[in-house]
């Protein structure tokens, strides 16, 4: 077994890593997602994905949460890499099960996690090669040295990648031709996805606009994403060849390629891109301010042309749309633990919390799913459907959403002085990717804290704080 030390992952993630540079280029996002297709065609990592992931529900949360575990990982301080990957270890083994067809599967799995990981190594130099930068043998053994590391950092040894470049290849090869399916997973990423992607903050007040905006760009994305991917995956998962899709890929990747060569550092710099998402940040300046304020002029202009939506019966619709927008944080219909779950990590990733006050978490959620059975399943599939909840709504909250309550005021209360101040508050609900939620001076005593909780979750009071966090 080979071990990897806290010196030498020191070493290889030092100032000359690639893959420190990699995570602050915005040009690595069309690798991410190439890479995750790929992922997702592995039957334990495509059921895993369907049975428990948001990335379809809540794509720009994950985007920031995997943003922000990436450039911890990769932190020059080997104490908050190794918090890291304990933290990752330990959401994963929270994520296992048996899928509708009876299949198992276990986010530990060593061989599924060497297998995201060299999708990501292989989509990465991908990447390079259709931006019209290819890496040099020198610069590709560098690559993979540094993405073995990284599983060693995970797994505590990279024993499931092959040892050398020249072993990868056949590798690679072998699981593309004989061990990937064409999974949901693989379909929902491709078909739905894309089309179906919510708008960023931006733009969520703007329908309209991004509505507009996505009936081209879904399809002109899933047809790059296609195009990239290898041809005899394609094949084998049947993805169709659509005319024109790979001048367009080849155009988007060089595209991009030169956009990182030519322009300032400051507008391909992974945060200038999130900052353009966010209508929040330094509204007005930065490389893209000119951007927003465009896209907030043709917001203005299409409210002024676009009928208003239809307000009737709202108030009797607000439990099915609470249901909607909060609780089903899979996207299945249904609300069940994985939903929970899903809360209690997101939580738990935005406080960056240790292992004791992750359970406590994790319990309390427990215990809100086991009233929630009792109370609201009523045929006892172990689900809650739309239906169940808005029939029985009004008995919410319930003891076990209390004591969630309970227990996120006592993670949040970083210094324990029983008072939510406006430092720790806004680290539990900073909106959209790195940016604080500003002009919030209050202090929240317990009362007041558990009372607006109970409130926002049993769907009696609207609440941007919490929308931001979980909807």
Not at 139 to 157: D, S
């Amino acid at each position: 077994m080979t071990q990897t030390t806290a010196e030498e992952i020191v070493d290889i993630f030092g100032p000359d890593s690639m893959l420190r540079r990699l995570v602050n280029d915005a040009r690595w996002g069309l690798a991410v997602t190439r890479a995750t297709v790929l992922e997702a065609a592995h039957p334990q990592i495509g059921t895993a994905l369907i049975e428990n992931s948001t990335f379809v529900t809540h794509p720009w949360r994950r985007l920031r949460n995997t943003l922000a575990s990436m450039q911890r990982i990769l932190d020059p301080d080997h104490h908050v890499r190794n918090r890291e990957a304990a933290r990752l270890n330990r959401l994963h083994a929270r994520i296992s099960g048996t899928g509708p067809q009876g299949r198992r599967y276990d986010a530990t799995d060593s061989e599924a996690r060497a297998w995201v990981v060299a999708t990501l190594f292989e989509s990465t130099v991908t990447m390079y090669r259709l931006s019209g930068e290819s890496l040099d043998g020198a610069a590709l053994e560098q690559l993979y040295a540094e993405f073995r590391t990284f599983l060693a950092l995970l797994e505590g040894n990279s024993d499931q990648l092959p040892a050398t470049l020249q072993e990868f290849w056949p590798y690679y090869d072998d699981m593309i031709d004989h061990h990937l399916e064409s999974t949901e997973a693989v379909r929902v990423i491709v078909y739905r996805l894309f089309a179906n992607v919510p708008a960023p903050p931006l733009l969520r007040n703007h329908p309209a606009v991004w509505a507009a905006g996505r009936a081209v760009a879904g399809p002109m994305a899933a047809a790059i994403t296609i195009a990239s991917l290898p041809e005899s995956f394609c094949r084998r998962v049947a993805l169709p060849d659509l005319p024109g899709a790979r001048a367009l890929m080849h155009g988007a990747y060089l595209t991009a390629g030169f956009a990182t060569r030519l322009l300032p550092n400051s507008w391909v710099h992974v945060s200038s891109f999130m900052s353009l998402l966010d209508p929040d940040h330094a509204s007005g300046s930065g490389p893209w301010g000119t951007v927003r304020r465009k896209a907030g002029q043709a917001a203005a202009m299409l409210r002024l042309i676009t009928p208003a939506p239809d307000k009737i019966n709202q108030a009797t619709r607000s439990a099915d749309q609470f249901f909607a927008e909060v609780l089903d944080q899979t996207g299945d219909g249904y609300l069940a633990w994985p939903d929970l779950a899903a809360m209690a990590r997101e939580i738990a990733t935005r406080l960056d919390l240790d292992e004791q006050d992750e359970e406590r978490l994790y319990n309390a959620y427990a215990a809100w799913w086991r009233d929630l059975q009792t109370n609201l399943d009523t045929d006892g599939d172990g689900r809650v459907t739309r239906q169940e909840y808005a029939a029985a709504a009004a008995s919410l909250p319930s003891p076990g959403l209390v004591k969630v309550a309970d227990v996120l005021f006592d993670v949040t209360d970083v210094d324990d002085d029983q008072t939510i101040d406006a430092q720790e508050y806004q680290k539990l609900f900073r909106t959209a990717f790195h940016r604080d939620l500003t002009g919030r001076a209050d202090n929240y005593s317990r009362s007041a804290f558990v009372r607006q909780f109970l409130s926002f979750m049993s769907g009696q009071q609207h609440s941007i704080a919490y929308n931001s966090l979980l909807s």
